[in-house]
């Protein structure tokens, strides 16, 4: 792997221990899948946030990289973490769990992070451009931005892409380069335009192709629906990016005639569908994964206006600060019925503490729930859930 004599100096030492230590995980990756070199990067969206997923032994790892000096040189935000930093009494966390969560918040600040703290960054907080070489970790956000803007990104890990971050470069592989990003299977989908139909979509293809890169034919997402496809497509299966004809911007640059074509139609997305619930009573219905951007908070907003809630089923809104701020008329509709929670989501919090049996109308989250909550699942579609709490 060929490093210019700048990247050789930091890898000898001399731009201090900080930079040192990234690029030698950038290198390690590099050499691990073959790239020829390191190329620039424009932003970095970090994972490994929650204390519930990252532990002590991860709160170490980040309080070594701030002790060693550690910055970020690219415009780099954070994914949830296990609360909402405000309101995270009203989500039955311990304040112990609260008080290592805001360390690790404030060591992700101090190395120049923006701890926004949402999977959806690309809906005002990080918003990379077409062409962009960056380093995303977090499934669903990296497959839309590879995809539906046509930036460039690997699956990247948490400390890989803090990596990247700090050293403001990552390693030139996979789909950082054109040959990498042509489709290899057409997917003739035949669904009805809802957003839980195309999370089924996702969930489906995921399961049938695995890693490969799927060309839809059939379906016109528009961000939302392409938001909860690429990440049921990244948790069933680990698509990191997709082509949908007509709609992303890569669609047209490759030669299709030759790939296999698979239908997925109402059989495929009801088996997809059953085998995801295991409950038909729930304790928590929980919205927002990805998190909800402004169209989807005005859906529900117009959905609950003028309802009243009923029963004990708790209700959870799962979106951005940044979207929450936004949205203000919205959320004095929805917090009638539960609290909207920024910086957090259903999977990250330690909801297993609180809940066993939780709804949800996205199938990345029905498939996370019963694994890294100990849940069992309600996945339908938001009209039906809503049903329970109104
Ligand atoms: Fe986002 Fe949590 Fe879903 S990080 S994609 S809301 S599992």
Redesign the pocket.
């Given at each position: 792997m060929e490093l210019t004599r700048e990247e050789q100096a930091i890898l000898d030492g001399e731009s201090g221990e900080g930079a040192q230590k990234a690029i030698e995980l950038v290198v390690a990756l590099g050499r691990i899948y073959g790239a020829e070199g390191l190329v620039d990067i424009t932003s970095a969206h970090l994972s490994g946030a929650s204390y519930k997923t990252i532990g002590d032994g991860g709160l170490q790892y980040l309080e070594d990289m701030v002790r060693s000096g550690s910055k970020v040189k690219v415009p780099s935000t954070l994914?949830?973490i296990g609360m909402d930093m405000k309101r995270w009494k009203e989500m039955h966390i311990p304040p112990e769990f609260a008080e290592r969560q805001l360390r690790i918040v404030s060591l992700y600040r101090s190395m120049g992070v923006k701890t926004t703290c949402s999977?959806t960054p690309y809906t005002g907080d990080n918003v990379p451009r077409f062409g962009d070489h960056v380093a995303w970790a977090?499934s669903?956000a990296l497959s839309f931005v590879n995809s539906y803007i046509g930036a460039r990104t690997n699956r990247e890990g948490g400390p890989g892409a803090l990596a990247a971050a700090i050293l403001g470069k990552t390693a030139n592989y996979g789909l950082h380069l054109d040959r990498n990003r042509a489709p290899t299977v057409i997917i003739e989908a035949d669904i009805d335009g809802s957003l839980f139909q195309h999370s089924l979509l996702g969930q489906a293809v995921g399961v049938r192709i695995g890693s490969r890169i799927p060309y839809y034919k059939g379906i016109r997402p528009g961000v939302e629906e392409a938001k909860t496809m690429a990440?049921a497509m990244a948790a069933s299966g680990s698509v990191a990016m997709f082509h949908v004809e007509g709609i992303t911007p890569e669609a047209e640059r490759y030669d299709i005639s030759e790939l296999e074509t698979v239908h997925i139609g109402r059989r495929e997305i009801e088996e997809a569908r059953e085998k995801l619930n295991s409950t038909d009573d729930v304790e928590l219905i929980a919205l927002?994964?990805?998190?909800l951007t402004d169209k989807e908070m005005h859906e529900i907003a117009s959905l609950l206006k003028g309802k009243k809630k009923k029963g004990d089923t708790e209700i959870w809104f799962?979106t951005s600060e940044t979207v929450r701020d936004r949205c203000s008329e919205d959320v004095k509709v929805m917090e009638q019925f539960g609290p909207v929670i920024a910086d957090t989501?259903m999977?990250?919090a330690p909801i297993e503490g609180t809940f066993s049996r939780t709804g949800t109308n996205?199938c990345?989250?029905a498939n996370?729930l019963p694994t890294l909550c100990s849940q069992r699942v309600m996945c339908q579609d938001i009209t039906e859930l809503l049903k329970v709490i109104q």
């Open positions: 994914n949830p999977c977090e669903s990440a927002g994964c990805p998190h799962c989501c999977v990250v996205s990345k989250a996370y």
